[in-house]
């Protein structure tokens, strides 16, 4: 009976000290996922990007055109005077065929930051991933809105589920120097 007294005693003296060692959270949910919903959250995108890009065009341009000279036989005047009815006809071709294929694709993971909630509880999202291998430099770049209940269990979304998607790959180092025309020719394509 005494040590039963005691026990309730320092229960009821010292609270702090039979909460301290406690395992259960009151705040935690058990039952749901942990998906981002504020500033600065992180969600990890899939990003799998291919676009394929075709363009053909084909033009066919003809001009014809005929002059008379002279009035129906009659001679010329002044040094013309030897043409007797002098006839031109010109003839101009032109025909034009060109294609254009372009197949981009981009596939990585990127950690984004959560950089506003909007009033309908979607998620604007940014992220920046720099990748140096030798002496270049890719640096990717994504921007967009995401839906919180797109996000998986695993905190990824695939880049196909982002809205107003802005998804750029820029490089920089000696691969972009040498691909990129040199300045002569920049002026050359601005004046003609």
Known sequence: MKRKF???LIILVFPAVSYA???WDDNANWFA????????????VLVD????ASDESDMTLRKNSTN???DNGAGGTGLLSFVRGLMLSTENQARGNGSIERTHSATT?????VTEVLPNGNLVIEGTRDVRTSDETLQLQLAGVIRPQDVNSDNQISSRLIANAEISVKGRGVISRTQ?????????????
């Open 180 to 192: 990129k025309p040199g300045i002569i020719t920049q002026i050359l394509q601005t004046v003609f």
């Open 21 to 23: 060692g406690s395992l």
């Open 49 to 52: 990007e291919r676009t394929d």
């Open 68 to 70: 008379t000279v002279g």
């Open 33 to 44: 996922d942990a998906r981002p919903g504020k500033v600065g959250d992180i969600v990890t």
């Open 109 to 113: 993971t990127l950690a984004c930051l």
């Open 6 to 8: 005691l026990c309730l």
